[in-house]
C-alpha cells in the first residue's frame, strides 16, 4: 500500500457510507449529499458507497463512486486504492440493511497494515431505543474514534439516556455538531423563491417508503393520511377557504402500494387541481416546498427540520404507533415555539366499530381545520439562528479534524 499518510500535504480523504438501502428513498442520502458538500467546500477527497442512479441524483459526481453491489474484493480494492482517513458511517448500529458487511470489509483489508482508517458514526438525536441491537452496540462500539450527534445541546434532555450512556462507558468520544440539512435552504436562490409564493399546497409523507416488515397498521395509518388530507379539500371548499381554489400536489414514493395508488387516484379525480405525482428528487421536492402556500406531511427526522429551516406554514401528523421519535420530536418541536401546526397521530387510528369512510371523514376534518389554523395567519417562528441547522458543515469539521490526528498518530508510530 502507497505510503501516503505521511505526506501531509494530501487532502484528507473521507468515505461516506449511507444507510439506506439504494431501492428506498432518499432520507440517508440527503446527509451524504449535506457531508459531501461540505467536506469538499473544506478541501477534502471524498468516496462514496451508492448506485448510479444516486450518484447522479444527489450531485456526487465531484465524489468518487464506491458501487454499494461490490464484491467484498471489490470493495476492498476501492478502498485500499481510495485510501480514507475516516470512515463515516450512517448510522449505527447497524440494525439495517447492509453496513454490517462494510464494516466487516473494512477490518479485513487493513488486518495486515499498520494504518487503519478512523471509523466514525452520525446518529439522530432522537433515537428509537432497540433491545436487540444492544448486543450489537457492544459488540461494534469500541471500534469506533467517534460517534457524532446530529443534535443540539439544548435539546439533550430528549436524547434516550440508555443510548448515550452506553456511548459514554464505551470510551468513545461523543460530539454534537447541530441539525443537518441542505445548504441551500440557506442560498441566496432559496430566499428568493420562498418570496414568490406559488398557488400550491404540497401533501406527502417524507421520502422513506415502509418496508416489507412495517407493521400493517402504520401502512394502513399512511394511506388514511392520503384519503383524508384529499378529501380535507371539499371541507375547505365548504368553508370557502382560499385553501380550497388551490393546486394540491400529492406527492407519493414511486414504489407506493399499486392498488393503493390507484385508490388514491381515484379520489384525487373527484376532486378539482389535485394532482398525484411521484415525490421528486431531492433539489426539486425542497423548491417546491419553499414555494408553496403550505405543506402537509408526516413528521420524519428530515421533513420537520427543513420545514423549521423555512417560513413555510406546515401541518405535520406523526404516526400514532411504531414510532416514538416521531412524537418526541413533535413534542420537542412544540415545546420550543417552531411553529408547528400538529394533528394527534392517535387520530390516524380508526376506531373498533367505526368504517373507513366515518373515520376519513373525521380524519378530514380535523386536517381541515389544522390547514386553515396554519395558513391564516399563526405567527410562524423559523430556526432561532441559522447555526441549529449547519450541522453538516460541524460535522464535516469534525472528521476533519479526526483525520488530521489518525494522520500525526500514524507518523508518530
Given amino acids: 500500500m502507497p505510503d501516503s499518510m505521511q505526506n501531509s500535504d494530501i487532502s484528507p480523504r473521507i468515505l461516506l457510507i449511507p444507510d439506506v438501502p439504494i431501492e428506498k428513498g432518499f432520507g440517508h442520502y440527503s446527509y451524504a449529499d449535506v457531508l459531501q458538500f461540505h467536506l469538499r467546500q473544506l478541501g477534502a477527497e471524498v468516496a462514496i458507497v451508492s448506485d448510479t442512479a444516486k450518484h447522479s441524483q444527489f450531485h456526487f459526481n465531484g465524489a468518487e463512486r464506491i458501487p454499494y453491489d461490490a464484491t467484498e474484493a471489490e470493495f476492498k480494492a476501492r478502498l485500499l486504492a481510495f485510501q480514507p482517513d475516516v470512515v463515516v458511517f450512517d448510522t449505527f448500529p447497524f440494525w439495517m440493511f447492509d453496513q454490517k458487511k462494510y464494516k466487516t470489509y473494512i477490518d479485513a483489508a487493513y488486518r495486515q497494515s499498520s494504518f487503519k482508517p478512523a471509523l466514525a458514526t452520525v446518529i439522530r438525536d432522537i433515537w428509537a431505543w432497540r433491545e436487540h441491537v444492544v448486543h450489537q452496540i457492544e459488540e461494534d462500539l469500541p471500534d469506533f474514534a467517534a460517534v457524532v450527534i446530529r443534535g443540539d445541546e439544548k435539546n439533550s434532555r430528549y436524547e434516550d439516556p440508555r443510548l448515550t450512556s452506553f456511548i459514554s462507558q464505551s470510551g468513545v468520544e461523543l460530539l454534537r455538531c447541530g441539525y443537518i440539512v441542505d445548504p441551500w435552504l440557506f442560498s441566496n436562490e432559496c430566499h428568493e ?59 407519493l414514493h414511486p414504489d407506493y402500494d399499486s392498488e393503493m395508488r390507484a385508490e388514491i387516484v381515484a379520489i384525487a379525480a373527484e376532486s378539482e387541481r389535485v394532482n398525484i405525482e411521484n415525490m421528486p428528487d431531492k433539489p426539486a421536492y425542497l423548491r417546491a416546498m419553499v414555494q408553496s402556500q403550505l405543506v402537509l406531511s408526516r413528521s420524519g427526522y428530515n421533513t420537520t427540520l427543513e420545514l423549521m ?105
Fill in 309 to 413: 429551516a423555512t417560513r413555510t406554514p406546515r401541518v405535520i401528523m406523526p404516526f400514532a404507533q411504531q414510532d416514538a421519535e416521531q412524537l418526541t420530536r413533535l413534542r420537542m418541536l412544540a415545546e420550543t415555539g417552531k411553529g408547528f401546526i400538529t394533528i394527534p397521530g392517535e387520530l390516524g387510528v380508526r376506531e373498533s366499530g367505526m368504517t373507513a369512510m366515518e373515520h376519513v371523514g373525521i380524519l378530514s376534518n380535523h386536517i381541515a381545520s389544522a390547514m386553515e389554523t396554519a395558513f391564516d395567519g399563526r405567527e410562524l417562528l423559523s430556526a432561532d439562528s441559522e447555526r441549529d441547522f449547519v450541522g453538516g458543515m460541524y460535522a464535516a469539521r469534525i472528521f476533519l479534524s479526526l483525520a488530521e490526528r489518525c494522520r500525526s498518530s500514524y507518523r508518530r508510530s
Fill in 193 to 251: 423563491l420562498s418570496s414568490t409564493k406559488s398557488q400550491t399546497v404540497i401533501i406527502h409523507q417524507g421520502g422513506s417508503l415502509p418496508s416489507p416488515t412495517t407493521p400493517l397498521e402504520r401502512v394502513e395509518q399512511l394511506h388514511s393520511f392520503f384519503i383524508a388530507s384529499i378529501k380535507s379539500k371539499e371541507c375547505l371548499r365548504k368553508r370557502s377557504s382560499a385553501l380550497a381554489n388551490m393546486t394540491w400536489r400529492v406527492l
